[in-house]
């Protein structure tokens, strides 16, 4: 009986203090952090820069590019068709390529190659007239987001590699 109670200690204290790998993953992970705002239940990340423009984005989960920009927004010399098209009430619509040279998302420097480039007229409506685009998930694939709505912060810890 003693002996099961020193067991049952042992394996209390090692619970006590065991630690996920996810856990101390995120601890040890680079953490890349910037505000947002809510506008009618949209986050909106403020005054990111693509290619020289500077402007606001949505964090769109439901969207499964990388970035969507608006095609109002840039010269029509910098937009390539692409040959992807696009679905609308209207039914099919066509869609334009935006070359990236430049795009910084707090900290994370990474951009895509292209971006989706479409008219955003009625999002903007709703966001204001400063509407660049749409961050999707495509950008944030490689991380867990973390939205703080008390503190209005937007958080992105990296995954770690997994080998298996």
Known sequence: MRSFFRLLLLLTCWL?????????AIRSAVVIQFPFDLVRGLVVVRNLTVNGQRGDFVLDTGCTY????DQDAFPKSQLKL?????????????????????FALGALR???????????????????PRLLGLIGTGLLLHYEVVLDYAHRRLSLYPFASRSS
């Open 16 to 24: 006590l203090f065991a630690q996920p790998s996810h856990a101390q």
């Open 66 to 69: 990388s970035l969507v920009v």
């Open 82 to 102: 692409s040959a992807k098209r696009g679905l609308s009430a209207r039914g099919s619509l066509p869609l334009y390529e935006l070359p990236i040279t430049q």
């Open 110 to 128: 990474d951009h895509p190659a292209v971006a989706v480039a479409t008219s955003l007229a009625s999002i903007r409506a709703v966001v204001g």
